[in-house]
Each structure stands twice: as C-alpha cells, then as structure tokens.
C-alpha cells in the first residue's frame, strides 16, 4: 500500500519519543521549523501532529506549541464489568425523585455544583456568533415562530456535519429540536403507542427511560457489554418472544458505560429490526467525542430503508445551554414535523442562526479536536484518582470516547443510600440504579470526566472513597 509523506512523519516522530530521543515534556519542533527542515509542507506536518495528539503521544499547550505527553500511568488491575443480565421481559418503568434531585444540584455531569460565578470558557467564537445573531434579529422576526424545521441554513450544515459519521441526509430530511431530549421524545411518539414494548440498553440512559415513563411504554431491557453495547444475540431471542415496536440504543460510546459498538454488530441489529418491522432510534449525542481522529459510523448510515430515526445535540460537545438538537426521521418525516409542533411549536432562531454560523466557518472542528483531547485526558486521570481515592471498587469500564465510566463496586455498598448520603456533604452522584427500570446495578456509579480535575473535585472523589469505605 501507499505511504503517504505524514505517515513516513508520523511513524518517525513516534519511534523518537518511543526511545526517548523525544522525552516527555519536551518540545516538539514548531510546524514552521519541522516544515522547513523536513522539506514538508505544513499541512502534513499538522496531519502528523494531530494523529501524534490522537495517540495521546504529544499534546498541544495553547499559544506554546507542541509537547511530549507524559507516559500514561497504569491504573491497576480493575477488571470490567461483567456482560449486564436483566431480566428481559417487559416492565412498566418508574424513574422516582433522585434524579430530579440531581438536575436540580446541576450536577448531572460532576461530583460538585457550578460555582456561584460563572468560570469563563474558552468558547468565545461561540458567544461571538450567537450575539451577531442576537443583534442582527429584527423586531418583526422576533415576533414570528421559525418554520417546523427548524432554520434552513442550519440544517444545511448539519447536512454536512452527519456526513463525518457516514450518513447521506439532505437538509430537507432534518429537523431541528430544542435539545436531544426532545428528539428522542418525537421519535417514540411518531414510532409507538401507549403500552408498546421498547427495547433498550441495560444499563441503559436514564433520560430514555424518563420519556417510557412519560408516554406509557413498557421497556424491555437487552444484556450489554461495556465494550461493545448491545448484544445482537440478545435482541434476536427477545424478538422472537415479545411484540417489540422500537429499540432505543446508544451505538457510540453510550452512557452510562461508554460502550462502543462494533461495525458488525450494528449491521446484524439493523437486519433484525428490518426484518421484525421495528424502528430504531440512535441517540448519538457521543458519536462526535472519539478520543482519536475517526468518529465512528452511525447505525443510520447502513439504513436504506427509513427505519432508523438518528437524533443528537450540541448538548455534550458544544452547550448545554444552547439546546440545539436534531432528527433524522427516515419515512417518519411527516410525523416527527406535526409532533414538533404539537410538543414545541418551533426553535430559537437565534440560537440557529449563532450555531449555524459557528459550524461554517470551522470553528466547531477546532473546538472539537481541543475537546476530544481534554475528555482523553481526564478520563485517563480519572482511572488514576479511581485507584488511588477508591481502592475498594471491583471492576471499571474503559471507554475510548464519550463522558462517562461505569464503576462496579462491592455488593454490600448501595449507591442510592451512598447519594444521599454524599448529598449532605455538597456531593453529587449518579447512582446505577437510575440507569434500569429494574431492581439492579445498586452496587455501581456512573463517573464522569466531563469537567477538569481541580483540587476541589479531587478532594470530593476522596470524601466518596472514605463514605464507601464506611459502609462496607
């Protein structure tokens, strides 16, 4: 096969630091200097880098430049957890008062509440173009709703971002919605009735499990592994046993465990629900946060027939607080757009218009590589502060992309108790009960590495660790 210049650059740079003539710390060549004394031109010199940076080999300090990250440590000996084993069989769902208790703390992705002034980001492009949208409203557009759609001119681009996970969708097929949330809310509504069985992961998002709860469905949970998601096996048995009319699932690096689905297997549930007449909706709001380069495929980019409904937000990547969300309902079109109307009438055109011109001129893609690296970054430090803080835990999983761990601890521990209990310390945690409609995972967590680990959450984990070990 060919090689290309930045793969000849790429492997001798990595052969450098593997024998120390590049040591950790050190700085590497500017892509100025690299370009010039390599005969390079610097748009493969960056290519070298990012894929060097993707490794997790070099690290990019802003307005410095270029280093060798320091060698990963190991974490310990923690296994994974065991393939989940519900009880697959469907049951009403009853989501209860924590995790209303959580969204209230505004904790549900941190141990610790946001300070009561707010930390400047770094996402000033973002402010920039949602303000241009605010001034450049008139009065007469804000006194009209957006079109059900959504805004035009997004859709456009985000036309354009699906096709970085394989799926060929025309603006036209899109739909915009305030948030993820909502998406998936218009995919159950267009694709089930009251009392329908829905399958879904197990553990499975606590939010899928809020929308059964609210629209009357039954869910039927499947085994999962952390590694690789859903079991294909486990959705062919249960099809041949119960009228299940959805399946709800997270292909890529889904929470609570950060799973991620392997090619085939997402090929193998997509002729399964083709072949039972069930739709399938893909939460994809990680897909966009690999820690590599290549974010993995959708599930929908295999579909030619209509049948998966792919809803995601900028929730995860870019802003909570923007609530710009999307679907693509395959034939469920025409539904999903009088559904929106009926649940939300229309979106914020100037949250559109600021989003829509952020993902033009390419300051999204900037952003998200910065991201993708400080996410590795703080989980492969959070699987340090794991062993060091909370030396009892029995097994953990080991994403490669996403927000969240799943941590296994011993059976006498019951994490819902362990909540309340940390709550009377101004500690927030997500208990794994809250991610089934069964009575299991009451000895897990979910962990997330969403936020910096500063001294104060450091400091929190370990308060965690001494509680645990109290109760044992």
């Known amino acids: 096969m060919t090689e290309y210049r930045y793969e000849q650059l790429e492997q001798r740079l990595r052969e450098q630091i593997r024998i120390g003539q590049l040591a950790a710390g050190e700085r590497m060549p500017s892509v100025r200097q690299l370009s010039r004394d390599a005969t390079l031109s610097k748009s493969t010199v960056l290519t070298a880098y990012a894929r060097l940076e993707a490794e997790g080999l070099i690290e990019a300090r802003p307005r410095s430049g ?65 303000a241009r949208a605010l001034r450049r409203q008139s009065r007469l557009e804000q006194e009209y709703y957006d079109e059900p759609q959504g805004l035009l001119m997004l859709r456009e681009q985000l036309s354009h971002r699906l096709a970085h996970g394989g799926s060929q969708v025309n603006a036209s097929e899109l739909v915009v919605t305030s948030g993820c949330q909502h998406a998936l809310l218009l995919a159950l509504m267009a694709t089930t009735q009251p009392g329908d069985v829905v399958a879904i992961e197990s553990p499975g998002f606590y939010g899928a499990f809020q929308l059964l709860e609210a629209l009357g469905l039954q869910a039927l ?36 465990t950060g799973a991620c689905m392997p090619e085939a297997s997402k090929l193998k549930i997509l002729s399964l629900a083709k072949t039972h007449g069930v739709a399938i909706i893909e939460d994809d709001i990680y897909g966009e946060l690999p820690f590599g380069l290549q974010r993995p495929r959708t599930l929908h980019s295999y ?25 693509a309902p395959g034939k469920y079109l025409e539904k999903v757009k009088r559904l929106k109307v009926v649940t939300s009438l229309a979106s914020s055109a100037t949250a559109q218009q600021g989003a829509s011109e952020y993902l033009a001129d390419g300051a999204y893609d900037r952003y998200l590589r910065q991201r993708r690296q400080q996410f590795r970054r703080q989980c492969d430090q959070l699987q340090e502060l794991i062993v060091e803080h909370l030396p009892m835990a029995t097994a953990c999983s080991y994403p490669q992309g996403g927000l969240a761990l799943w941590l296994e601890l011993p059976e006498s521990v019951d994490t819902l108790q362990l909540f309340h209990l940390a709550r009377q310390q101004g500690i927030t945690i997500t208990p794994g009960r809250l991610f089934t409609a069964q009575e299991r995972y009451h000895h897990f967590l979910r962990l997330s590495f969403a936020q910096p680990w500063t001294q104060e959450r450091q400091s929190a984990l370990q308060s965690l660790g001494k509680m645990i070990a109290n109760t044992i």
């Open 66 to 130: 270029y280093f060798v990250a320091a060698p990963a440590q190991s974490t310990s000996a923690l296994t994974k957890p065991a393939t989940s084993e519900p009880s697959i069989q469907p049951v009403p769902v009853s989501v209860g008062q924590v995790l209303v208790d959580i969204m209230e703390k505004g904790t549900a992705f941190d141990l610790l509440p946001p300070p009561p002034k707010p930390v400047h980001d770094s996402n000033e492009p973002l402010r920039r173009c949602l």
């Open 221 to 256: 949970e499947l085994p999962c592994s952390v590694d690789t998601g859903i079991s294909p096996d486990a959705l062919a048995l249960a099809l041949q046993h119960w009228p299940v009319k959805a399946l709800m699932l997270s292909p890529s690096y889904s929470t609570p």
């Open 303 to 327: 579909d030619d027939s209509g049948s998966v409904l792919l809803c995601s937000s900028f929730s995860k990547c870019l802003s909570r607080d923007l609530r710009v969300g999307w679907i």
